[in-house]
């Protein structure tokens, strides 16, 4: 028995492969569960009734401080007991995006944060509804020069669907398992998984930081503009 | 002057009308700081107030309340009648929600010290988004009141230009006329030109002076610029520490000052 066998590689590569798409799925609608969970969290976080925002930071720091399997072994074998039976896949995109929820809401909230505070009063000013200052005027300015950092928790989510595999999905990792242990040969398959983990996630970070070079740039450009006018301490 | 006749007519209006914004005893504290003390103080339909005074002397703080950027510690703010932080329920006052504020804060304007454009949006934009949103005016008809206000200001031909794109003068300009399209009853300007560079600071007074001699709109402005206040204004009101020290009309306050400390913030001024 050699060690490496190109025979079977070829063999098991398109299996692999087609689970890539479970992967790519489960990342995808994850991630955009975390995005939109995020925001929420963040948009919450600036509310003026203390308890929903200390709730809320109770609630992630607990879900930061405790390990994403543990959370989702919990939605997965759990749950049932309170009566929400979920699908492996459901149970783990759910995990997931929840756990990384906690994450995302930190990146919008530096991005809210360096959002100058006459904007908020421009929009006061202007008698936009309180909607309206959160989505005409704050928001547009607090996402774009975040989007890189985003993206690098993006491609981190992917890395960590391999998790997935021990909640039942049946994802690259998984796929490659039950290959390995119908013909002994786990090698290939494990050797497989790295390589297309691999040639998904570089060719994403450099894009990644090529946005952010670009995002920088433009920041510094507007920035020279900018100190052409005078700074002075608002007075009262 | 420009500004003569319509100050003559408002200052018969004072006689006749109503104010249309009356502050009773307002004050107001950051901590322990108190910033105002109990300030008494109202401007009448149509009337241009001119707010002078030291820096940290209450004069920003006290239009910023009006704008409800602040909420005052004690007092009571009225705009034609109507407490603006507070409602009546049953004969007593009680802490006003944001649907009231969203009511009255559509008859008061605001024009800022650092411009406050929104960096994301064109010039034309800046000045259609909140008639659109906010008054619910189609788009078609807002563009067109956003020109006719951009021609006003003098900057017709940047509609599609960025705010960043601009000089500091001009983006005072489209504040000014983003403002207007909203068509306040009370227009509030804080210091509008002590961020811009002197050569810049002739161009946006102009446009004030402009719209200040169209009448309608009352006017409340802080600024330092004590000529142009003379120019625009029909009363001056100066503030120190926290209180309003002395009021009447630009030639009782310049050249007949009463307080020892107006005459010293005077002399101070001039030199």
């Keep these: 028995m050699t060690i490496w066998s190109w025979d079977y590689t070829f063999e098991v590569f398109p299996v692999i492969f087609k689970a890539m798409w479970i992967t790519l799925s489960a990342t995808i609608v994850a991630f955009a569960l975390a995005m939109v969970l995020g925001i929420i969290l963040a948009v919450l976080r600036r509310s003026s009734f203390k308890p929903l925002v200390w709730t809320i930071i109770g609630l992630s720091e607990f879900i930061r401080a405790t390990p994403p399997l543990v959370q989702l072994f919990f939605v997965f074998y759990d749950l049932p007991f309170f009566g929400i039976s979920l699908s492996p896949f459901v149970a783990g995109v759910i995990g997931l995006g929840v756990h990384y929820s906690t994450y995302c809401a930190e990146i919008y909230r530096s991005g809210i944060e360096s959002v100058p505070r006459g904007q908020w ?52 990792l998984q796929t490659a398992k039950i290959a390995g242990s119908a013909s002994f040969r786990y090698l290939e398959p494990f050797t497989i998984v790295g390589f297309l983990f691999l040639v998904l996630s570089y060719p994403s970070a450099l894009l990644i930081k090529q946005l952010e070079v670009h995002l920088n740039r433009r920041k510094k450009e507007n920035k020279a503009k900018k100190s052409k006018v005078k700074d002075v301490a608002p007075s009262c | 002057m420009l500004t003569t006749m319509s100050k003559e007519i ?141 021609e006003k200001v003098g900057l017709g031909t940047k509609l599609d230009n960025y705010p960043s794109q601009l000089s500091g003068g001009q983006q005072q300009r489209v504040a000014i006329a983003r403002a207007l399209v909203m068509r306040p009853k009370v227009m509030l300007f804080d210091e509008p030109t002590s961020a811009l ?75």
């Design chain 2, 197 to 271: 560079d002197p050569e810049l600071v002739g161009e946006v007074l102009d446009v004030i002076r402009e719209i200040a001699a169209e009448g309608d709109m009352a006017m409340i402005l802080v600024t330092h610029e004590m000529e142009f206040a003379k120019d625009v204004a029909d009363r001056i009101v100066f503030t120190d520490g926290g209180k309003i020290i002395e009021e009447g009309s630009p030639k009782e306050v310049f050249e007949n000052p009463k307080s020892e400390r107006l005459q010293s913030f005077l002399r101070r001024m001039r030199k």
């Design chain 1, 121 to 172: 009063e421009a929009a006061t000013a202007l008698n936009f509804s309180r909607t309206q200052r959160w989505t005409k005027v704050i928001l547009p300015q607090a996402i774009p020069p975040i989007i890189p950092m985003l993206g690098n928790y993006l491609i981190s989510m992917f890395k960590d669907t391999p998790l997935l595999s021990a909640i039942t999905v049946v994802e690259m």
């Design chain 2, 10 to 150: 408002t200052e018969k209006r004072i006689q006749t009308e109503k104010p249309f914004v009356v502050y009773k005893k307002v004050s107001k504290s950051f901590g322990d700081l108190k910033v105002l003390r109990e300030i008494d103080f109202s401007v009448y339909p149509g009337e241009k107030v001119a707010i002078i005074g030291p820096s940290g002397s209450g004069k920003t703080t006290l239009i910023r309340l009006l704008m409800t950027l602040e909420e005052p510690t004690s007092g009571v703010i009225e705009i034609d009648g109507v407490p603006l932080w507070h409602k009546e329920v049953k004969g007593k006052l009680i802490k006003a929600d944001e649907k009231h504020l969203h009511k009255m804060r559509g008859q008061i304007g605001m024009v800022f010290q650092q411009f406050n454009l929104f960096p994301h949006m064109t010039v034309l934009r800046n000045c259609t988004e909140a008639q659109v949103k906010v008054l619910g005016v189609n788009r078609k008809d807002a563009e067109d009141r956003a020109k006719e206000m951009l």
